[in-house]
């Protein structure tokens, strides 16, 4: 119908049928596609752009008939991991994803992923999040609009030293991402350092941090394969991430534009990114695993002990400190549940 009523425009201004096909049928084709800028700064290359964000991307584009387009700005050329949500906020770019651990203290709900001893995987961590933003739990992101909430792979601890065990992290500076993660490695002796997952790497060879809670996937995507040694494989909780758009942008979109993008829900994102992640991480594990230069440590039942009763008191200052907290965290667990029972 766009194209028809363009073509009649045409006739009307007295084009004839030679400039009708030459000009107006151009026009046309340049109105038909609507192109929309995404913020992501990872590399090009980074599975996340080609597996994840690319693949799901594909998807909204086959499911417009060609009507939508959404290029990738990738490397962090428009704005910084911190600087994400305020760069679509504003309208500098129509589309971005961060980590909302990377603005502590904006994102109170999107801690609860965080917490340890809960999830075991990016799938149903993902999962959860998801509904809880289907329940209006989700506060800071009124401003915007939310096209996916999910995680990262549940974080472990990768050291650059070659460690036998927790105890030897103790007095050891060590990579967090958010409050709840760094209140964590506070529990275990070890000081915090806030970094986004670009800047670990740099971080491990120069002695600036030794170690990192990241998941398994993070390990070779962000280059940490060449500087770790050592790899304690317990919970540590994970981080949110926001896929987001611009607010007026979504508002200005043709109907049919719009309703492939609410076709394709905050769920839906999440059920594809959550497995899709969680499995590329186990991948990684793997080659860590078979990898004479890296060994992965299961920690001792006394560790455990030391570590669930860490745990346990993150959850409950978690809770005690954070508005609405217990409600979030029995929604969290709730939806936990839920997923394994669908699984």
Not at 70 to 77: K, L, N, T
Not at 195 to 203: D, Q, R, T, V, Y
Not at 326 to 331: G, N, V
Request: aromatic share 8%; with cysteine.
């Amino acid at each position: 119908m766009l194209r028809f009523d363009f073509m009649k425009t045409c006739l009307r201004n007295g084009l004839g049928a030679v400039a009708v096909s030459a000009l107006c049928a151009t026009g046309a084709l340049a109105q038909d596609t609507v192109t929309l800028r995404f913020a992501s700064f990872v590399g090009p290359t980074s599975f996340l752009n080609t597996d994840l964000f690319g693949v799901w991307f594909q998807k909204l584009e086959d499911d417009s008939n060609g009507r939508l387009k959404i290029e990738i700005m990738a490397g962090g050329s428009i704005a910084k991991p911190n600087e994400v949500f305020d760069t679509v906020k504003a309208g500098v770019v129509d589309m971005g994803w961060s980590i909302a651990g990377y603005n502590p203290g904006r994102f109170i709900a999107s801690g609860v992923p965080e917490l340890p001893l809960l999830a075991t995987g990016s799938g149903e961590s993902s999962a959860a999040m998801a509904a809880l933003f289907d329940q209006g739990l989700i506060d800071g992101m009124g401003d915007v609009k939310v096209l996916g909430l999910a995680t990262a792979d549940i974080a472990r601890l990768q050291s650059a030293d070659d460690i036998s065990g927790l105890a030897d992290l103790k007095g050891k500076k060590i990579r967090a991402a958010g409050s709840v993660l760094s209140s964590m490695i506070e529990e275990i002796g070890a000081t915090p350092v806030g970094l986004p997952a670009p800047s670990i790497a740099e971080a491990l060879a120069k002695n600036v941090v030794d170690a990192a809670a990241t998941d398994w996937f993070a390990v070779e995507s962000f280059s940490l394969i060449d500087v770790t040694k050592a790899h304690i494989d317990i919970s540590l909780g994970t981080a949110a991430v926001y896929l987001i758009m611009n607010q007026a942008k979504y508002d200005s979109l043709p109907a049919d534009i719009k309703a492939v993008f609410d076709a394709n829900s905050v769920s839906d994102f999440a059920a594809f990114w959550g497995p899709t992640l969680e499995a590329e991480s186990m991948r990684v594990r793997a080659v860590l695993a078979d990898s004479p230069d890296h060994k992965i440590i299961t920690p001792s039942d006394a560790e455990m002990a030391i570590w669930n009763a860490a745990g346990t008191r993150v959850i409950e200052n978690w809770v005690d400190s954070t508005p609405n907290g217990a409600a979030i965290l029995a929604a969290y667990k709730d939806a936990l549940t839920q997923h394994r029972a669908n699984k």
